[in-house]
Each structure stands twice: as structure tokens, then as C-alpha cells.
């Protein structure tokens, strides 16, 4: 590789680090976890690199490294180990974090989350997602359907919660 050639992956890389990690650790949920995910995602993507520059997104290619990495770790260890640790970044969020979405967040199947992350986490349109994740549009929509159905079920308001409780008293 020529000195031009790194010298791009390396503006690459500095560049979208926070981003990288931030998708990484919402889609593990561990930051230590999401670390390996990212170096190992731009340890293949600095082999390619002269071929990934040549398409229009260099990113969707490393997302697409780390969601394929953290779906064949799930699938080894095929236990997923979750913390409620707050990723280690600069970004400070305007409302407080909801720890029971997050919380149910962690029990969905890894390509529901992977879907739920990229359309709504990182706000990327459908056919961004499926070119992410390499499926169809459909398949996304699918998955976002039955994701967002099993969230429902885990994370009730506070509002439904205490009419519930009327209701059984």
C-alpha cells in the first residue's frame, strides 16, 4: 500500500472512530466488545481498501465488517455478555437514557438488533440498512416489524404500567 493510499485510510479511520464505536457498543453492548469489533472491522477494511474506495461508501462497508464480526462471535459464543456500562465517548445525550429499552434492546436476536440499531439508533433510511447488512429492503422491514413488536411487549410506559395496576386492584 502507498503512502497516499494509508495516509486516506488513515483520515478514514480517525475520522469516524466515535461514530464506529458509538454503532459498535449500541450493537454489542459492551465497549470493550465493540473496540475488537472495530479494529478487527478496519483491519479488513485497510486489506481492501483500494477496492472499498472505489464504491460510494467506505463506512456502510466497515458497518457492514463489524455486524458480520458480531454475528459470528454471537454465533461462537452463542451467549452474548451485556453491561449496562455507558460507552466511553465524548457524546452526552440530551434525555436521560432508558435503561429498560435498553435492557430489552439486549434480548433481541442479533440481526433484529443490528436492523433496529442502523434504522433508528444511527438513523439510516431502509435502503441504507439493507445495503449495510446485504438483504433486501423487505428483509429489513421485516425485521424492524417483528423487533419493534417484541420492544412493545417488554417496554410498557409508565402511564400503561399504573393503569394496569387500577385496573387489577
Known amino acids: ?63 457492514r465488517a463489524i455486524v458480520n464480526r458480531h454475528i459470528s462471535r454471537w454465533r461462537r459464543l452463542r451467549r452474548e455478555q451485556l453491561t449496562a456500562a455507558v460507552p466511553e465517548t465524548t457524546y452526552v445525550p440530551t434525555a436521560p437514557r432508558d435503561d429498560q429499552l435498553w435492557s430489552a434492546l439486549t434480548s433481541l436476536p442479533p ?11 444511527e438513523d439510516l433510511s431502509e435502503a441504507q440498512t439493507a445495503q449495510t447488512l446485504g438483504c433486501s429492503v423487505g428483509t429489513v422491514k421485516s425485521q424492524a416489524s417483528k423487533a419493534l413488536a417484541k420492544l412493545r411487549l ?14 387489577t386492584a
Do not use: C, K, N
Open 111 to 121: 440481526r433484529q438488533r443490528a436492523v433496529i440499531v442502523l434504522r433508528y439508533y
Open 154 to 167: 417488554q417496554v410498557r410506559p409508565a402511564e400503561q404500567e399504573s393503569e394496569t395496576t387500577t385496573w
Open 1 to 63: 500500500m502507498d503512502a497516499t493510499t494509508r495516509a486516506t485510510f488513515d483520515e478514514f479511520a480517525r475520522s469516524r472512530m466515535p461514530a464506529l464505536l458509538r454503532f459498535a457498543h449500541a450493537l454489542s453492548g459492551d465497549p470493550h466488545t465493540a473496540a475488537d469489533l472495530v479494529q478487527d472491522a478496519l483491519e479488513r477494511t485497510v486489506l481492501a481498501w483500494p477496492r472499498v474506495t472505489r464504491q460510494d461508501d467506505p463506512e456502510a462497508y466497515v458497518r
